[in-house]
């Protein structure tokens, strides 16, 4: 499985602000995605990075809130832009090894936790 | 109505004590069911893949079932180290290719 790293691993911001949340997986890998886990809730995917497109939101999640960036095989950044209390979550990347396709398995980053004041 | 439910939503054992979390699913079109770990502070961590039913994987004390509706992890005489969040998670083919709809989880704590 790949080793997936993310920084921060932690954050506190103020509501009004953007942060930017890193990942870096150590192999090349196509796929990746971004999800949110809220207090009590479930992993929610937001998007899907591919390298050399724009990335795919799904429904609820827009590009303006959220921007992607995907400039490699190894690396992708999500913004979480004009922060409010209620984006304070665990910002999860995951990636899923070439070989699996669609259905197969996803290994996930440590988590980035934002609190937003 | 949610889609992947897992019961029960916290569970208490004691060590050495069997028991079994439930995730059943109401979604059409299964491409796989996967099983995960998640530590305090932590990201999921992956245990086990099942693709269709009657199909079963083990890993140590954890065992993996599947039937047309639902998945059931075993855990067998559990230790303390066992505590953590168990996540079910499903790929379907009313979903995105690659998209991944997770149930809340089931809380495990064991106690010595």
């Known amino acids: 499985s790949a080793v997936i790293s993310q920084k921060p691993s932690r954050d506190i911001c103020q509501r009004g602000t953007s942060l930017t949340i890193q990942c870096q997986v150590d192999?090349?890998?196509?796929?990746m995605f971004w999800y949110r886990q809220q207090p009590g809730q479930s992993l929610t995917l937001i998007a899907t990075?591919?390298?050399?497109?724009?990335?795919?939101?799904e429904s609820g999640f827009v590009i303006d809130k959220f921007p992607i960036s995907r400039p490699n095989l190894t690396f992708s950044t999500l913004t979480v832009s004009n922060m409010s209390p209620e984006d304070s979550s665990i910002y999860l990347c995951?990636?899923?090894?070439?070989?699996?396709?669609?259905?197969?398995?996803?290994?996930f980053g440590p988590g980035t936790r934002l609190l937003v004041l | 109505e949610d889609q992947v439910t897992q019961s029960p939503e916290a569970l208490r054992l004691q060590e050495g004590e069997s028991s079994s979390l439930n995730c059943s699913y109401t979604?059409?079109?299964?491409?796989?069911l996967f099983w995960y770990r998640q530590d305090p502070g932590k990201g999921p961590e992956f245990l086990f893949t099942?693709?269709?039913a009657g199909e079963e994987k083990e890993k140590e004390r954890l065992k993996a079932t599947l039937t047309k509706k639902e998945s059931f992890l075993h855990i067998t005489a559990p230790k303390p180290e066992d505590s953590a969040t168990y996540l079910c998670?499903?790929?379907?083919?009313?979903?995105?290719?690659?998209?991944?709809?997770f149930g809340k989880g089931t809380k495990l704590s064991v106690i010595p």
């Open positions: 990075a591919n390298q050399g497109s724009e990335a795919t939101y």
């Open positions: 995951s990636v899923a090894p070439p070989a699996g396709g669609a259905g197969g398995t996803q290994y």
């Open positions: 998670a499903l790929s379907y083919s009313g979903a995105g290719s690659y998209q991944l709809t």
């Open positions: 192999s090349q890998v196509t796929m």
């Open positions: 979604v059409s079109g299964l491409r796989g």
């Open positions: 099942l693709y269709s």
